[in-house]
């Protein structure tokens, strides 16, 4: 994931900053505890793809 378009993307729900995952391939929203997960370089940013977290993963 390019540097420049983690700066631009936001949490789709909250507008929150989201971290980049590099492990999961994942973008972070911590405030709404939700993972955006990355797939073939495309971050896909619907709620209906988001993944749950649970406070020890992030």
Do not use: W, Y
């Not at 936001?10 to 993972?35: G, I, T």
């Not at 990355?38 to 619907?46: E, K, V």
Request: net charge negative; charged share 20%.
């Amino acid at each position: 994931m390019e540097s420049h378009l983690l700066e631009v993307l936001v949490c789709p729900l909250c507008k929150s900053k989201l971290d980049h995952n590099r492990e999961q391939q994942q973008l972070v929203c911590k405030a709404d505890q939700l993972a955006f997960p990355i797939r073939d370089g495309i971050p896909l940013m619907l709620q209906s793809e988001a993944i749950s977290l649970s406070s020890s993963e992030t």
